[in-house]
């Protein structure tokens, strides 16, 4: 299995829902990125992709990226520095051991949209809604090679 027999146009729409309804717990973003192949460690890669995703430049810094290569099953979920203050990446080792568990069993698209939900009641915790909140990043899974 690869990332785009996985991520199908109709998985990415379930995700984009997920998160839709994540985000709207919250005034946070969250983003999926999945790639085959992840040469070192998955956690230093995800904070390429998070910059290159431009997920830094949300205005309270409370983005959150899940970032997956199938084929080295590697995972890792990293949080800007606003999120990243109060939940630091142990914080999200659970999340991560749900998700790798899921993935075991094939179950990629309903394990992460469990992570997603989960992910947005973190976020709705310590970044509730706020009243003139927009949505400042796409909710598009974004697939690498």
Same mark, same amino acid.
């Given at each position: 299995?690869?990332?785009?027999?996985?991520?199908?146009?109709?998985?990415?729409?379930?995700?984009?829902?997920?998160?839709?309804?994540?985000?709207?717990? *919250?005034?946070?973003?969250?983003?999926?990125?999945?790639?085959?192949?992840?040469?070192?460690? =998955?956690?230093?890669?995800?904070?390429?992709?998070?910059?290159?995703?431009?997920?830094?430049?949300?205005?309270?810094?409370?983005?959150?990226?899940?970032?997956?290569?199938?084929? %080295?099953?590697?995972?890792?979920?990293?949080?800007?520095?606003?999120?990243?203050?109060?939940?630091?990446?142990?914080?999200?080792?659970?999340?991560? &051991?749900? #998700?790798?568990?899921?993935?075991?069993?094939?179950?990629?698209? =309903? *394990? #992460?949209?469990?992570?997603?939900?989960?992910?947005?009641?973190?976020?709705? &915790?310590?970044?509730?809604?706020? =009243?003139?909140?927009? %949505?400042?990043?796409?909710? &598009?899974? *974004?697939?690498? &090679?």
């Amino acid at each position: 299995m690869n990332a785009k027999q996985i991520f199908t146009p109709d998985a990415c729409k379930k995700i984009e829902v997920a998160i839709h309804h994540a985000e709207n717990l *919250s005034s946070g973003e969250i983003r999926v990125h999945a790639e085959d192949l992840c040469k070192g460690d =998955p956690y230093e890669r995800a904070i390429e992709v998070f910059n290159g995703l431009g997920m830094q430049h949300t205005e309270l810094r409370n983005a959150v990226l899940i970032y997956v290569a199938i084929q %080295d099953k590697k995972l890792a979920i990293i949080g800007d520095q606003g999120i990243d203050k109060r939940i630091q990446a142990e914080g999200w080792h659970q999340l991560k &051991t749900d #998700l790798i568990e899921g993935f075991k069993q094939q179950k990629y698209i =309903p *394990s #992460l949209e469990v992570a997603i939900e989960n992910i947005g009641k973190v976020l709705h &915790t310590y970044f509730p809604c706020l =009243p003139n909140d927009k %949505d400042e990043l796409v909710n &598009t899974v *974004s697939i690498g &090679t």
